[in-house]
T-cell receptor, first 110, second 114 residues
Framework: GQQVMQIPQYQHVQEGEDFTTYCNSS?????IQWYKQRPGGHPVFLIQ?????EVKKQKRLTFQFGEAKKNSSLHITATQTTDVGTYFC??????????FGTGTRLQVFP | DTEVTQTPKHLVMGMTNKKSLKCEQH?????MYWYKQKAKKPPELMFV???????INESVPSRFSPECPNSSLLNLHLHALQPEDSALYLC?????????????FGSGTRLTVV
C-alpha cells in the first residue's frame, strides 16, 4: 500500500548543531507541507512545496522536494532551544485528504 | 483575525454523556476539518467540510457527529464515547478544500472519556 516514512523518529542535538528530517514516499506525491507542533501545542503550518526539485528557505530552515516528488526534507541550521517540537510532513495522493507523516521529535539541549 | 478558536480546551465526560466541541474561524476560510490526535501520534483526519457541506467522512463511528451551522462554525457532537476515544481533537481550516493550502489549526480540545 501507499506509505510515507518520516525519519528519524527522534533526534536529540546540542544547541548550535544542525538537524534534518526526511519524508519518503513509495508513491508520487501531489505536494507536501511541513508543520511544527510544540510540546502541548497544536500543528503550525510552515510551508508547502509543489514543484519537483523545489527548494525554499525560511531563515534557518531549508525545505526540499525531491525531483521525483517522492521525498522531502527539512533542514535546520544551528538549532536553538526554540526549535524543540515535533516536525510533521503532510501530503496527499491526488485527493483532498491531507495525511500527516509519523513526525520527528526534536529535542535541543542548551 | 488569523486564528481558529476551539472550546472547551479540556473536557472530561462519562460514557453515557452527550457533549459538543466547538470551533470558530473568521478568516473567510471555506473548508474546515476535524482531526483526532493520540499522544505521540500524528493527527488523523476525521471529517472535511467544504462550503458548509460534509465532503469527507473517514469512516468515523456514528458516536461522533459533525455539524457546520455556518461558514464560520464547526461543531463535533459526542455521544456514548468509549475510553479509547480520549485524545486531542483538533479543528483546522483552509482557504478552500484541498491540499493546495496550508491549514490553520486551533489549539484543540483535550478530551478524556471516563
Amino acid at each position: 500500500g501507499q506509505q510515507v516514512m518520516q525519519i528519524p523518529q527522534y533526534q536529540h542535538v546540542q544547541e548550535g548543531e544542525d538537524f534534518t528530517t526526511y519524508c519518503n514516499s513509495s508513491t508520487t506525491l501531489s505536494n507536501i507541507q511541513w508543520y511544527k507542533q510544540r510540546p502541548g501545542g497544536h500543528p503550525v503550518f510552515l510551508i508547502q512545496l509543489v514543484k519537483s526539485g523545489e527548494v525554499k528557505k525560511q531563515k534557518r530552515l531549508t525545505f526540499q522536494f525531491g525531483e521525483a516528488k517522492k521525498n522531502s526534507s527539512l533542514h535546520i541550521t544551528a538549532t536553538q532551544t526554540t526549535d524543540v517540537g515535533t516536525y510533521f510532513c503532510a501530503f496527499s495522493y491526488n485527493t483532498d485528504k491531507l495525511i500527516f507523516g509519523t513526525g520527528t521529535r526534536l529535542q535541543v539541549f542548551p | 483575525d488569523t486564528e481558529v478558536t476551539q472550546t472547551p480546551k479540556h473536557l472530561v465526560m462519562g460514557m453515557t454523556n452527550k457533549k459538543s466541541l466547538k470551533c470558530e474561524q473568521h478568516m473567510g476560510h471555506r473548508a474546515m476539518y476535524w482531526y483526532k490526535q493520540k499522544a505521540k501520534k500524528p493527527p488523523e483526519l476525521m471529517f472535511v467540510y467544504s462550503y458548509e457541506k460534509l465532503s469527507i467522512n473517514e469512516s468515523v463511528p456514528s458516536r461522533f457527529s459533525p455539524e457546520c451551522p455556518n461558514s464560520s462554525l464547526l461543531n463535533l457532537h459526542l455521544h456514548a464515547l468509549q475510553p479509547e476515544d480520549s485524545a486531542l481533537y483538533l479543528c483546522a481550516s483552509s482557504q478552500e478544500r484541498g491540499v493546495g493550502y496550508g491549514y490553520t489549526f486551533g489549539s484543540g480540545t483535550r478530551l478524556t472519556v471516563v
